[in-house]
């Protein structure tokens, strides 16, 4: 079974600086993803970026990157230049994609920006 | 696009009570899950359906029933609510090629007196 770990208790960040969530999992399987998805006060989830267990690079998506240690089995995102509008819950999720592809989610991380 | 659609948005029952909570993909995935969300829990996950006709359990299946109608609706009942099934549920779908996320319903809030 998969099982991801992300145990930071809630963060403060100031505005315009750079902020760490960390992310560890346990699987079996060899080919895999890896999401983290964010969930601002307003609940819904908004799907943020993707690393694929394969893929040699880090992933980039504007001012997230995913910083993926496959051998330490962590992918933690970095938040680069926070705004206000980062304040929300973030989730890391994890999927095999063969046999058991369920997708599986940490406890997640709360961040709150401050002015 | 309509992406997924879960109703209702927000729902009172009475324990002992039943009731179906509805889920509605219009991306022609293959695979729908159902979550629960509780404060500090993250998502868990209650059943997961890999396609159309087959459903497994998740993590915390113990009170609720699924079905997975045809490729676009999968279905959670509660047959008996109970207090502890306060939550919110969340409805989600992917496909199973590699590198694409799920994505998700709006959420549904569920109370239990």
Same mark, same amino acid.
């Given at each position: ?9 809630? *963060? ?32 819904? *989830? ?42 929300? *819950? ?26 | ?13 009475? #324990?002992?009570?039943?009731? #179906? ?51 676009? =609706?999968?279905?959670?009942?509660? =047959? ?14 992917? #496909?199973?090629? =590699?590198?694409? =996320? ?12």
């Amino acid at each position: 079974a998969q099982k991801i770990t992300q145990t930071q208790p809630g *963060m403060f960040v100031q505005e315009k600086e750079a902020v760490t969530l960390d992310c560890t999992y346990d699987t079996s399987d060899q080919s895999y993803g890896l999401f983290w998805y964010k969930q601002p006060s307003s609940g819904e *989830m908004i799907f943020l970026i993707y690393q694929g267990s394969y893929d040699e690079q880090n992933a980039t998506e504007g001012r997230y990157s995913l910083n993926f240690q496959k051998a330490r089995k962590s992918a933690n995102l970095v938040i680069s230049a926070s705004q206000l509008g980062d304040s929300a *819950m973030y989730f890391c999720a994890m999927r095999a994609f063969y046999g058991n592809n369920r997708l599986a989610f940490g406890k997640g991380n709360q961040v709150v920006v401050i002015p | 696009n309509a992406g997924v659609t879960q109703t209702p948005k927000f729902q009172v029952l009475k #324990t002992g009570q039943s009731m #179906t909570l509805q889920c509605a993909q219009d991306m022609n995935h293959n695979s729908m899950y159902w979550y629960r969300q509780d404060p500090g829990m993250g998502l868990r996950l209650i059943y997961y359906s890999a396609s159309e006709g087959t459903t497994d359990k998740g993590e915390v299946p113990n009170g609720y029933n699924v079905s997975r109608l045809n490729k676009r =609706e999968f279905s959670l009942r509660l =047959e008996s609510a109970a207090p502890s099934q306060t939550s919110v549920y969340f409805c989600a779908s992917s #496909t199973h090629r =590699e590198g694409t =996320e799920a994505f998700f319903g709006q959420g549904t809030r569920l109370t239990v007196v």
